[in-house]
């Protein structure tokens, strides 16, 4: 009955056509077996059938925000993110300046905007276009104004990089092989440099694979400011440890989801 009602509707209409989109998904998982591809993945999900709910504000229980999703990628994200990765461990305070590099939809973009309140600033980077757009609407339904969202990827360069598109919004990446297209790159300490912050005290990375190439942009804002690191591993433990090592920084925490240690997530600060 919980997971029923960890959602509604910004108006009336929409709660309703949730709920009964809710109640028909419960129906008909009583009667079919599991798709192969599970059941988010499959026609009869709730967000879409029988009636449609893309593009409408929802509310996300978890992260108490409104949200606009365009998929169930989004809208799983928003609504259950604290299941699949450990929130808990990032955790801003009020003044800080905290760094959201793969900022997505907004989920971590959000809760740290209220965290540090109006005497601290995120800058959030987002280079897939629809991502932003739904991470800068989701923004405004909560009156967001103290995080800046940038349409750039972070690297350990500056200019144009591969970017690969892929299926599923959240494994959007930079990959230099094989990108079907090109955006721009900066170095996270080029980025400091020019948004003239006078400190970082956190950086949430979720890039998909490329996490090593972004912390060699950001060696400058490591050994100055000695941020907090929230880091989403990709088969990169070991050279993301070596990396942050030469900088003493230590993995105060670490869990992962496929074994051994090819996909999770690590919390990292200074010795």
């Given at each position: 009955?919980?997971?029923?009602?960890?959602?509604?509707?910004?108006?009336?209409?929409?709660?309703?056509?949730?709920?009964?989109n809710k109640l028909v998904y419960a129906f008909i998982r009583q009667i079919r077996k599991m798709p192969e591809r599970g059941w988010i993945n499959s026609r009869w999900y709730w967000f879409h059938y029988p009636l449609p709910l893309r593009g409408e504000v929802l509310w996300s229980g978890p992260l108490g925000a409104w949200f606009c999703p365009d998929d169930e990628t989004a809208l799983e994200y928003m609504l259950h993110l604290s299941s699949y990765e450990p929130v808990q461990w990032v955790k801003p305070r009020e003044g800080d300046v905290f760094i959201d590099v793969g900022g997505f939809v907004g989920s971590y973009s959000i809760s740290a905007a209220r965290a540090v309140g109006s005497t601290g600033q995120v800058v959030?980077?987002?280079?897939?276009?629809?991502?932003?757009?739904?991470?800068?609407?989701?923004?405004?339904?909560n009156g967001i104004t103290n995080c800046q969202v940038l349409s750039v990827a972070a690297w350990s360069g500056n200019g144009s990089v591969r970017w690969h598109q892929d299926d599923h919004p959240v494994f959007h990446k930079v990959e230099e092989a094989q990108g079907d297209r090109e955006i721009e790159a900066v170095r996270i300490d080029d980025l400091v440099q020019r948004l003239s912050l006078n400190r970082v005290d956190w950086i949430k990375m979720d890039i998909e694979g490329?996490?090593?190439?972004?912390?060699?942009?950001?060696t400058e804002t490591l050994s100055r400011f000695r941020p907090q690191l929230f880091i989403e591993i990709h088969e990169t433990l070991r050279p993301v440890t070596d990396l942050l090592s030469r900088f003493g920084y230590s993995i105060v925490d670490a869990v992962f989801d496929v074994a051994p240690e090819r996909h999770g997530w690590i919390l990292a600060r200074p010795s």
């Amino acid at each position: 009955m919980k997971s029923f009602f960890e959602t509604k509707g910004r108006s009336v209409s929409v709660s309703a056509r949730l709920y009964f989109n809710k109640l028909v998904y419960a129906f008909i998982r009583q009667i079919r077996k599991m798709p192969e591809r599970g059941w988010i993945n499959s026609r009869w999900y709730w967000f879409h059938y029988p009636l449609p709910l893309r593009g409408e504000v929802l509310w996300s229980g978890p992260l108490g925000a409104w949200f606009c999703p365009d998929d169930e990628t989004a809208l799983e994200y928003m609504l259950h993110l604290s299941s699949y990765e450990p929130v808990q461990w990032v955790k801003p305070r009020e003044g800080d300046v905290f760094i959201d590099v793969g900022g997505f939809v907004g989920s971590y973009s959000i809760s740290a905007a209220r965290a540090v309140g109006s005497t601290g600033q995120v800058v959030t980077l987002e280079p897939d276009s629809n991502n932003r757009r739904q991470l800068l609407r989701n923004l405004a339904l909560n009156g967001i104004t103290n995080c800046q969202v940038l349409s750039v990827a972070a690297w350990s360069g500056n200019g144009s990089v591969r970017w690969h598109q892929d299926d599923h919004p959240v494994f959007h990446k930079v990959e230099e092989a094989q990108g079907d297209r090109e955006i721009e790159a900066v170095r996270i300490d080029d980025l400091v440099q020019r948004l003239s912050l006078n400190r970082v005290d956190w950086i949430k990375m979720d890039i998909e694979g490329v996490e090593v190439d972004a912390l060699k942009g950001a060696t400058e804002t490591l050994s100055r400011f000695r941020p907090q690191l929230f880091i989403e591993i990709h088969e990169t433990l070991r050279p993301v440890t070596d990396l942050l090592s030469r900088f003493g920084y230590s993995i105060v925490d670490a869990v992962f989801d496929v074994a051994p240690e090819r996909h999770g997530w690590i919390l990292a600060r200074p010795s």
